[in-house]
């Protein structure tokens, strides 16, 4: 059974940095893509940053680009989120998620959070002075 669990997540003031971890189990794919997402108060769930396994093709939202970095460490199958500069817009629940559907991943090649299957509970980060 995949499960994964965030954690990282708090309060933070404008400016600062956080980084996010997700620890999977029972994720033995060798072809896949994940991610980090987030869900704001009243807005729908946008894709942050994906990677897929193939290559380490990464995709980042145009409002997180040059601030946030996605990374994966195979050896104890944790992927990463570092975020500089947060901004009070970057206050959401983050979420990390997979997906093994090979056409999502060497196809259309998408963060889009409908198209990814496996998903965690989500850690809290607020930003506020």
């Known amino acids: 059974q995949v499960q994964f669990v965030e954690s990282g997540g708090g309060l933070v003031q404008p400016g600062g940095s956080l980084r996010l971890s997700c620890a999977a189990s029972?994720?033995?794919?060798?072809?896949?893509?994940i991610g980090w997402f987030r869900q704001a108060p009243g807005k729908e769930r946008e894709g942050v940053s994906c990677?897929?396994?193939?290559?380490?093709?990464?995709y980042y939202a145009d409002s997180v680009k040059d601030r946030f970095t996605i990374s994966k460490n195979n050896a104890d199958n944790t992927l990463y989120l570092q975020m500089n500069s947060l901004e009070p817009e970057d206050t959401a629940v983050y979420y990390c998620?997979?997906?093994?559907?090979?056409?999502?991943?060497?196809?259309?090649?998408?963060?889009?959070?409908?198209?990814?299957?496996?998903w965690g509970q989500g850690t809290q980060v607020t930003v506020s002075s």
């Open positions: 998620a997979a997906t093994r559907n090979g056409a999502v991943i060497h196809g259309y090649w998408t963060c889009k959070p409908n198209e990814y299957d496996y």
């Open positions: 029972g994720f033995t794919f060798d072809d896949y893509a």
């Open positions: 990677i897929r396994s193939s290559d380490r093709t990464t």
